[in-house]
């Protein structure tokens, strides 16, 4: 049996508007629009669960530990 892929493929103009706009959407931190411009970008592509900005996480994380003293560190348990 010979097996094939089949890809999607769309003109240049609407990848490079896909592009700029996703840019733009970055740009702004608009997290929601990213997405949906791979959506409709990636036809496969179906994400799972909600959005989370892990870095946003980390630094809230940091910010937190630097509050209580910690520096960042997970405190050792004895």
Known sequence: ????AI??????RDV????DEMLDA???NDCDRARDLLMK???EYRPGGTL???V???????????QVGNGGFPRASI
Do not use: T
Request: proline share 3%; hydrophobic share 45%.
């Open 56 to 66: 946003w996480l980390r630094k809230a994380e940091l910010v937190h530990a630097k």
């Open 7 to 12: 890809e999607h493929s769309m003109p240049w």
């Open 41 to 43: 970008g990636v036809i």
């Open 26 to 28: 970055l740009n702004r």
């Open 1 to 4: 049996m010979i097996m094939r």
């Open 52 to 54: 989370q900005d892990h």
């Open 16 to 19: 490079q508007r896909i592009i």
